[in-house]
């Protein structure tokens, strides 16, 4: 998977955002349940948000998509404070009033917060990693700014659905593949003494 090079190293030795790649992964797939809660709805906008913020973009489109962040990082609320830790001093965000928020709130805030720490590893500017399929729709993290399919068989579908040029240049590719197959069957029959319609005959040599 495309994290499970991170898993390998131990957890003292990840950066910040690497780690929050790790936690993004675990909850994602909450993100292609057939139940769309509010707060997973939330979390799927704030990551269509990001995905517009591409360098191909005009400014006004990045304009308004930075807008459309701002105003939705309005509702979450976190605590700073400074705490020592094995590494040293770090600064670290709490939920504030964390013990009044709901199960399902927490998870948002929790969702939120490692999006943000993993923003430099999500390909923002570029093509985000944390993208939906190509052919089902669910989120996935792909490996590559290139990866438009979760899997495989989306993948071989796409190939095979994609459009109707797609679907000629496979037949046409179909076709010369096995007409390359005939004539080599052809030229086998040929040596073995093979015709078609016909036979082989063997031809005995009498000895002197």
């Known amino acids: 998977m495309f994290l499970s090079i991170m898993k390998t190293k131990r957890k003292n030795e990840s950066t910040a955002d690497e780690l929050a790649l790790e936690r993004i992964e675990e909850w994602l797939p909450a993100l292609n349940t057939e139940v769309k809660t509010p707060q997973v709805k939330r979390i799927e906008s704030l990551i269509s948000l990001f995905?517009?913020?591409?360098?191909?973009?005009?400014?006004?489109d990045k304009a308004h998509a930075?807008?459309?962040?701002?105003?939705?990082?309005?509702?979450?609320?976190?605590?700073?404070?400074?705490?020592?830790?094995t590494d040293g001093l770090l600064v670290l965000n709490e939920i504030a009033d964390h013990m009044h928020i709901s199960k399902e709130g927490l998870w948002e805030h929790e969702a939120v917060r490692v999006l943000l720490v993993a923003f430099p590893r999500l390909g923002i500017g570029k093509r985000p990693y944390i993208r939906?399929?190509?052919?089902?729709?669910?989120?996935?993290?792909?490996?590559?700014?290139?990866?438009i399919t979760c899997s495989d068989a989306c993948h071989q579908w796409l190939y095979d659905n994609k459009s109707?040029?797609?679907?000629?240049?496979k037949a046409a590719a179909m076709k010369e593949y096995r007409k390359v197959l005939k004539d080599i069957e052809a030229k086998q029959n040929e040596r073995r003494g093979f015709t078609?319609?016909?036979r082989r005959v063997v031809t005995k040599t009498k000895g002197r």
């Open 51 to 60: 995905g517009r913020l591409t360098e191909d973009a005009s400014t006004s």
């Open 66 to 85: 930075l807008a459309g962040i701002r105003k939705f990082l309005s509702r979450y609320r976190w605590v700073s404070y400074v705490a020592p830790t």
């Open 132 to 147: 939906r399929c190509a052919k089902c729709q669910q989120w996935f993290i792909a490996p590559r700014k290139d990866k």
């Open 164 to 169: 109707p040029e797609q679907k000629a240049l």
């Open 196 to 198: 078609k319609g016909k």
